[in-house]
């Protein structure tokens, strides 16, 4: 069975640019988390979805969106891009609402310039 | 919300030695505490973890305990090997906030051979 399999790999924008970072889950899972990763803070909570619905949120600006497909894929979007921004982000699938049992991809390192 | 504090950020044990690492919880409420092995370029893998109506967990070389009244769970490693050399990662969720994961701050692991 594929892993979660997260695009790209690596992404270097500059400041005010727009980013959108794709998550394809285990085949099944329709549950989808993604989290952010940096040195200072940790891994941070983004959001979560479950069929195609937004069912939590962290405590980040609007910039940051997602949205998940009738696939289950999902798309994460940052917007005006700031330097605070760079981090690895880190999608997330798990079988059902539960979020027990998370399986992480690799993740998107992004680079903000 | 819930916080969750780990300790301590990094340990250096000697191959064939345990290693224990703690973490403690604010939220009463939570009720499932996985933890997770980062490894160099990679997402988080979850490695083993337990519910709250369990106060003891084994996997092989790997152990959970739990003390609900305390609100604090540890990671235990016996016989440690080279490969174990990781950042480890606890975190706790409650069913009832959705199962969002509320990650520690994470305990760099060094195994020296």
């Known amino acids: 069975k594929a892993g979660v399999t997260q695009t790209p790999r690596y992404l270097i924008k500059t400041r005010g640019q727009q980013v959108t970072l794709s998550c394809s889950p285990i085949?099944?899972?329709?549950?989808v988390s993604w989290y952010q990763q940096t040195p200072g803070q940790g891994l941070q909570f983004l959001f979560e979805y479950f069929s195609e619905t937004q069912r939590n949120k962290g405590n980040f600006p609007g910039r940051f969106s997602g949205r998940q497909f009738s696939n289950s894929r999902s798309e994460m979007n940052v917007s005006t891009l700031e330097l605070g921004d760079s981090a690895l982000y880190l999608c997330a699938s798990s079988l059902d609402r539960s979020n027990e049992k998370l399986f992480f991809g690799s993740g998107t390192q992004l680079s903000v310039l | 919300g819930e916080n969750v504090e780990q300790h301590p950020s990094t340990l250096s044990v000697q191959e064939g030695d345990s290693a224990v690492i703690k973490c403690t919880y604010s939220d009463s409420a939570s009720n499932y505490f996985p933890w997770y092995k980062q490894e160099l370029g990679k997402g988080p893998q979850l490695i083993i973890d337990?519910?709250?109506?369990?106060g003891e967990k084994k996997d092989q070389r790997i152990a959970v305990t739990l003390n609900k009244t305390a609100k604090h769970f540890s990671l235990h490693i016996t016989e440690t090997q080279p490969e174990d050399s990781a950042v480890y990662f606890c975190a706790a969720s409650s069913y009832n906030q959705g199962g969002k994961l509320i990650f520690g701050q994470g305990t760099e692991l060094s195994v020296k051979p």
């Open positions: 085949s099944g899972h329709r549950s």
């Open positions: 337990i519910r709250s109506n369990v």
